[in-house]
């Protein structure tokens, strides 16, 4: 209620000079004084509730000036590093060269990106292949070729390579591709080439090797196409006569020991410092194994004679290749040495045994020189032989077994005596066919020569080359079907 409402209280007495208008009078007032104060204290409070807010913000004002300054700076600053940014990693110029002309692009290039905004340089991709060469897709090969200072790019990586400043980039078209395809993998037989007539020593030039081929079946076209994928390879022996130039050697060789007079021999060879060869019989390496490895100790080679001595035409394939198998197991028994060396006996194995066993062997030592010493001429004859014969390279035929070969132990110091007057070397056979320049053949001899590679399109994923006769089916991801 204001003041101007609130009703004016009426004395009773108005006289002034009457005690009871004066405390009447006094009354009054109090309780006007009461009423304003309540007035005053109830406008206060509506007053200090309309101050109160006004009152924080003047307390808030220093911190709200200082946002007003802090905000537009930092505001300024992060856009001024983000103009740096931009600047430093996506828009700076840098200069490359693109097959050797040069050409300006943003720092944030890479190689997908040059490539799209240049219309691939001119290059083309790949086209897809059908197995019979047949184009299904004129783009569906590989992706245009790059190579980044001088290492090639994977297409896979073209989309988040940076090409770089001072980069020097090189096209190219990409490659054709085969579409993918079924395999049935079938062998080629490999021939032989022998030439064996007139040659000392038949030895193997060229190990054979089955060729491989491929029928492809493509899963996009259905077309088939036959590959060869691996050449064959033609088993080849050589007949050779060793003779090393600049050199005056001889080896002698002795057939179808170890025996009694093997002993006597290899005492005389030690005190005349010569080598020799010794083609030894599977039966008697057996019965004296003693011997075998003391020859190996005097510095001589042992080689295989056959295992019992056959005449080796009139075997069958598996009966040959059985008593090859043999005679060589025996030699390996007694010495703990493998050797593919053989002397077939009576020197005869012809073009078939080659076809039949020649993957057991590595040669076959015949001679120039035959003493005829299992005729029993005598021990001048023998020796004759020998020295009215020798020359650079000769293989001197003689036995220390298979019969009575007292006139070959007699013989032997003079032919040594006599050899070594005529200036002559003593030589084993493999020492004579190294001399020569003949490298000796091994187990794996041709079989990385570079006659393994596809002929004909190849396929991505295609199952890699084999050797093995057996037909298989595979897919062109190497998977068996």
């Known amino acids: 209620m204001s003041k101007e409402e609130r009703p004016q209280a009426q004395p009773t007495n108005t006289d002034p000079n009457n005690a009871a208008y004066t405390d009447d009078l006094e009354a009054e007032l109090r309780a006007a004084a009461g009423n304003d104060s309540d007035d005053n204290a109830s406008d206060g409070g509506e007053d200090a509730d309309q101050a109160g807010p006004y009152a924080v913000q003047q307390r808030r004002r220093p911190w709200l000036t200082a946002a007003a300054v802090l905000v537009p700076t930092i505001l300024i600053a992060a856009l001024a590093m983000t103009l740096v940014y931009m ?11 693109v097959d050797g002309t040069g050409m300006s692009v943003n720092v944030d290039t890479t190689v997908q990106t ?3 905004d ?5 290059r083309k991709p790949g086209r897809l292949l059908a197995v019979d060469g047949t184009v299904l897709d004129q783009d569906g090969g590989r992706p245009i070729a790059v190579t980044l200072n001088g290492r090639p790019v994977k297409p896979e990586r073209y989309a988040d390579t940076l090409v770089g400043d001072q980069a020097k980039l090189t096209t190219d078209n990409g490659k054709d591709t085969t579409e993918p395809y079924d395999v049935v993998k079938t062998a080629i037989p490999h021939g032989t080439d022998i030439d064996i007539l007139g040659g000392g020593i038949q030895i193997v030039t060229q190990r054979g090797r089955d060729g491989v081929k491929e029928l492809r079946t493509g899963r996009r076209s259905h077309q088939k196409a036959t590959v060869v994928t691996v050449k064959p390879r033609d088993f080849t022996v050589r007949g050779i006569n060793p003779s090393p130039e600049g050199r005056k050697v001889i080896a002698l060789t002795f057939d179808d020991g170890p025996s009694e007079y093997t002993a006597k021999m290899l005492d005389i060879l030690k005190s005349r410092g010569a080598k020799a060869t010794f083609f030894d019989v599977g039966e008697s390496s057996d019965a004296m194994p003693d011997l075998e490895r003391r020859m190996l100790a005097d510095g001589h080679q042992v080689a295989s004679h056959s295992y019992d001595h056959p005449y080796m035409p009139s075997l069958s394939r ?3 290749r059985d008593n090859i198998t043999r ?5 390996k028994a007694a010495t703990g040495k493998q050797t593919r060396v ?3 006996p009576y020197g005869a194995f012809g073009e078939q045994q080659w076809k039949d066993a020649g993957d057991l062997i590595d040669m076959n030592v015949l001679w120039d020189i035959d003493t005829l010493d299992w005729k029993r001429p005598g021990a001048d004859a023998i020796r004759k032989a020998v020295l009215d014969n020798a020359t650079n390279g000769s293989i001197v035929l003689m036995h220390d077994g298979g019969g009575d070969r007292s006139q070959d132990v007699d013989a032997l110091p003079g032919i040594l005596d006599g050899l070594k007057k ?7 056979i493999d020492e004579l066919i190294e001399m020569s320049g003949q490298r000796l053949p091994g187990d794996g001899d041709g079989a990385a020569d570079g006659d393994g590679t596809s002929e004909g399109t190849s396929s991505e994923g295609t199952s890699s080359e084999g050797t093995s006769s057996d037909d298989a089916t595979e897919t062109s991801d190497g998977n068996a079907a």
């Open 422 to 428: 005529q200036g002559f070397t003593f030589v084993t």
């Open 327 to 331: 005679g060589f197991a025996s030699i």
């Open 342 to 344: 053989l002397r077939s």
């Open 114 to 116: 040059l490539l799209d």
């Open 87 to 97: 600047w430093q990693y996506h828009w700076r110029p840098i200069t490359v060269r």
């Open 118 to 122: 240049h219309d691939g340089f001119r």
């Open 318 to 320: 598996d009966e040959l």
